[in-house]
Nanobody, 123 residues
C-alpha cells in the first residue's frame, strides 16, 4: 500500500548536475531510513546514499563530495543532488525506503522500492 515514485532522471553532460526526487505515498504510518541505489547494465545494484529520519547520512566512496542526499519528512520525499557527474555515474537510480503501513496491525517495517529513473552522463 506504500509506493515510491522517482523523477528527475535524464541526459546530462560530464561535469553537469541533476537532481532526483522520490516521493512516498499511500497508507503511510511512518517512513524511516530512505536511500538511493543504482544499477548499470551488467552490474550489481549498489548503494549510493542513505539518510535517516533524523538526517544522518551515509555515502558510497565513489560519490562522496559530489552527491548530496536530503529529505523532507513532512512530504515523505527524499532527494539526491548530483554534481560533477561522470560517465561512470550512468545507471538506473532506484529509491528505497523502510516504511510501515498504518493498516498493518503488527507494525512491520517493510523494504519498499521505486520503479527507477535513468541517468545518462554522456557528451
Amino acid at each position: 500500500q506504500v509506493q515510491l515514485v522517482e523523477s528527475g532522471g535524464g541526459l546530462v553532460q560530464p561535469g553537469g548536475s541533476l537532481r532526483l526526487s522520490c516521493a512516498a505515498s499511500g497508507s503511510i504510518f511512518s517512513v524511516n531510513l530512505m536511500g538511493w541505489y543504482r544499477q548499470a547494465p551488467g552490474k550489481q545494484r549498489e548503494l549510493v546514499a542513505t539518510v535517516t529520519s533524523g538526517g544522518s547520512t551515509n555515502y558510497a566512496d565513489s560519490v562522496k563530495g559530489r552527491f548530496t542526499i536530503s529529505r523532507d519528512n513532512a512530504k515523505n520525499t527524499v532527494y539526491l543532488q548530483m554534481n560533477s557527474l561522470k560517465p561512470e555515474d550512468t545507471a538506473v537510480y532506484y529509491c528505497n525506503a523502510d516504511t510501515i503501513d498504518y493498516n498493518d496491525i503488527y507494525y512491520r517495517n517493510l523494504d519498499t522500492w521505486g520503479q527507477g529513473t535513468l541517468v545518462t552522463v554522456s557528451s
